[in-house]
C-alpha cells in the first residue's frame, strides 16, 4: 500500500515553507486544534492556490481553483445549498453523466455515496481547501433579496415600530414628509427591519448609489447585501427612518444621531441611527442593541459566570461609589445596567437614568435626556441632578470631562453612580479618564469598580458536540476550572441556527475592584504600564480566563474566544 505523504513533507520538500515556519504553525495547530493547512493559511505562509494544489499531490487526486470557476444555476440545482453549506462540496461540471464536485475531503465515501443518490449522477471528485470552498459558496448564494418581497414579508410578520418622541411639528415639515409616512415605504422599512432580526444582524446599513439604494446586513461581523430597491425609493427610505428615529429631515448636510424601538414577536429591540452625508445622499447605520423584553433584562440572563455575578450584585448595591462599564460599541454596555437598575429598584429607593438619548423606558425610575434645541446641555442635565438627591444614577456614555466630573462629584456624595466609557482595555479606561484632564484624586476617591465588557456568540445548543483539546489547551483549562478531564465544544451547524454554529450572544466581563496600591498609581497619574503592574495585586478574572471557563462548560467555542479577543 501507498504511503501518503504528509502535508508538511511536501511543503518543506517543495521549499514552500521553512522548517522553522513549519514548527511554529505546527505549534499553534495544536493550541488551536485546527487543520495544519487552515493555520498555515491562517499565518500568511500559504496561498490558497498551493494549499488546492499540495492537497491534490497528497490524495493523488486532481485539484481546482474555485476562483476561476462559476457554476450554472442548472448546476447549482443538483444539490440542496444547506447540504452544499455543511458538508462543503460544490458541483463544478457535468459531462456524460459524470458530476465533477469540488470537496474539501474527497476521501468520504460515504459522502460521495450520498451525493450520487442524491444527484443521479456519478461522482468524480476533485480537492480544494476549506477555505476556497466556504467563499466561493458564500458568494454564490449571497444574493440580495427582491425588494418586493421584503415588503410581503412585513406584511406577512406583526411589527410595531414605537418612535422616540417626536415634539412638536409645523405644518411646512408635516407637508415634506408625506412621502416618507406613505404605506408602501413604511412597509419596506418595516419588512427591512424584519429581515435583520430574522437573519440575526447586529447593523442595518443604507447606502445611496447613483442610480439606486443598497441595503446592507452585518451577520456575524460580515456585510451582506439585503435589497436594492429603485431610485425612487431612495430619499423616501432615508427620511422614513430620521421620521422614526427623531431625526431632523430637513438637516441633510450634517451627522445626525436618533433611536427608536421595536417590538416584534414578544420582544422589544432598541436601535440606534446614524447619518453622515455622502456623495449620493445620506447615509444611514441602525445599530441593534441586545433584544430584551421586561422579564428578560435582568442580570441572570447576560452570561455572567455565577461567582461574577454575584460579584456584581454586590458592587452595585452599594450606597455610594462610581462604576463604570467600559468596553467598544456594541458590547452590551446598556444592557449591563439597565439589568442592574432593574435589580435595584425598590420603592424606597430614587433611581434615575440620564442619557444623551434614551434607549429604553423602565417602568419605576425616572428618566431624562437633554435637549440641545432650548440650551438644556447633556452636562447642564449632569450638573442639576446633583442637588435632585438621588440614591443610583445612570448617566450613559460619558464623553468629555465636564460628564465625568459631575459624575464623579454625585458618586461622591450619597449616590451610586453607573456610567458606560468607550475603551479597548479595560485597565486603560482610567487612562482615558486622566487624559480627559479629569482630576486624579476625583477618580482616586471615587472609583468603585471597572467592569469591562465584550460581546461572544453562544453556541447552538442543538447542534453542539464536544471533542478533547490538545495538550497545552488542556492543562490551561485544568487550571482554571478544576476538571480533571476537560472537554471543548464546537457548533455543527444545524437549521435551528442557519447552519452556523451559534445562536445568540452572552457577555464576557472583567471586573476590577481597586485596591490601595492601584488607588495609588491612579493619584499619581500613572501610565499605562505602571497601572498593569499596580493592578497585578487585584484578584480579577481576564476576558482570556472567562472566556475560557465558558468554552469549557459548552457556552461558546474557543474559536470564538480567540476571535473577540
Not at 442593541?289 to 450584585?313: A, M
Amino acid at each position: 500500500m501507498e504511503t501518503r505523504q504528509k502535508i508538511g513533507e511536501l511543503l518543506t520538500s517543495l521549499g514552500i515553507v521553512s522548517q522553522e515556519n513549519l514548527a511554529a504553525a505546527m505549534e499553534r495547530q495544536k493550541k488551536t486544534g485546527k487543520r495544519l493547512g487552515a493555520t498555515l493559511l491562517e499565518m500568511n505562509l500559504l496561498a490558497p492556490e498551493d494549499l488546492e494544489y499540495l492537497l491534490g499531490r497528497q490524495l493523488n487526486l486532481p485539484s481546482i481553483n474555485l476562483a476561476n470557476y462559476s457554476p450554472s444555476p442548472e448546476l447549482l440545482n443538483l444539490i440542496p445549498e444547506a447540504f452544499m453549506r455543511k458538508n462543503l462540496v460544490l458541483p463544478v461540471q457535468l459531462e456524460n453523466k459524470v458530476l465533477t464536485v469540488a470537496m474539501a475531503n474527497p476521501r468520504d465515501l460515504l459522502l460521495i455515496d450520498d451525493l450520487s443518490y442524491m444527484t443521479s449522477y456519478r461522482i468524480a471528485p476533485v480537492v480544494t481547501g476549506i477555505r476556497s470552498l466556504e467563499t466561493k459558496i458564500e458568494q454564490l448564494f449571497d444574493r440580495p433579496v427582491d425588494w418586493e418581497k421584503t415588503i410581503q414579508q412585513e406584511k406577512e410578520t406583526d411589527i410595531e415600530i414605537l418612535e422616540a418622541d417626536q415634539g412638536i411639528r409645523d405644518e411646512d415639515l408635516e407637508e415634506a414628509l408625506q412621502s416618507a409616512e406613505e404605506a408602501p415605504v413604511i412597509r419596506l422599512v418595516n419588512g427591512i427591519i424584519l429581515a435583520a432580526l430574522d437573519k440575526g444582524a447586529t447593523h442595518i446599513h443604507v447606502e445611496p448609489r447613483e442610480t439606486d439604494i443598497e441595503i446592507f446586513l452585518r451577520v456575524d461581523g460580515k456585510l451582506k447585501l439585503l435589497i436594492k430597491p429603485p431610485a425612487k425609493y431612495r430619499t423616501h427610505i432615508v427620511n422614513r427612518v430620521k421620521i422614526i428615529s427623531s431625526i431632523d429631515v430637513l438637516k441633510r448636510f450634517v451627522p445626525s444621531e436618533g433611536y427608536f424601538r421595536a417590538k416584534t414577536g414578544g420582544k422589544y429591540y432598541d436601535i440606534n441611527v446614524s447619518t453622515i452625508p455622502s456623495l449620493h445622499g445620506e447615509r444611514i447605520v441602525l445599530a441593534f442593541q441586545q433584544p430584551f423584553s421586561k422579564e428578560e433584562l435582568r442580570l441572570e440572563k447576560l452570561g455572567f459566570l455565577p461567582e461574577s455575578l454575584e460579584n456584581f450584585k454586590r458592587l452595585i448595591t452599594r450606597p455610594r461609589g462610581f462604576i463604570v462599564v467600559s468596553g467598544p460599541a456594541d458590547s452590551g454596555k446598556s444592557s449591563t445596567i439597565y439589568a442592574a437598575l432593574n435589580h435595584l429598584k425598590r420603592p424606597e429607593r430614587a433611581l434615575f437614568t440620564y442619557e444623551r438619548t434614551i434607549k429604553n423606558k423602565l417602568a419605576g425610575i425616572n428618566q431624562g435626556q437633554p435637549n440641545e434645541k432650548v440650551g438644556y446641555s447633556y452636562e447642564r442635565g449632569l450638573q442639576a441632578l446633583l442637588k435632585q438627591d438621588m440614591d443610583v444614577l445612570m448617566v450613559g456614555e460619558l464623553l468629555t470631562r465636564e460628564a465625568v466630573v459631575s459624575a464623579l462629584h454625585a458618586s461622591l456624595t450619597k449616590t451610586l453612580v453607573m456610567g458606560r466609557m468607550l475603551s479597548s482595555d479595560t485597565l486603560g479606561t482610567v487612562l482615558v479618564m486622566l487624559e480627559m484632564g479629569v482630576p486624579s484624586f476625583m477618580v482616586y476617591s471615587s472609583l468603585t469598580a471597572i467592569v469591562g465588557q465584550r460581546l461572544i456568540r453562544r453556541l447552538c445548543q442543538k447542534c453542539i458536540e464536544d471533542y478533547a483539546p490538545p495538550g497545552e489547551l488542556a492543562d490551561e483549562i485544568r487550571a482554571l476550572t478544576g476538571k480533571m478531564a476537560p472537554k471543548l465544544f464546537r457548533g455543527k451547524g444545524c437549521p435551528d441556527c442557519g447552519h452556523t454554529g451559534y445562536s445568540g450572544r452572552i457577555g464576557l466581563y472583567e471586573m476590577v475592584e481597586p485596591d490601595p496600591e492601584f488607588r495609588d498609581a491612579i493619584l499619581a497619574g500613572a501610565d499605562a504600564n505602571a497601572l498593569k503592574h499596580a493592578a497585578r495585586s487585584i484578584p480579577y478574572r481576564d476576558f482570556r480566563q472567562e472566556g475560557m471557563i465558558k468554552a469549557a462548560e459548552g457556552l461558546t467555542s474557543y474559536e470564538e474566544v480567540l476571535r473577540v479577543l
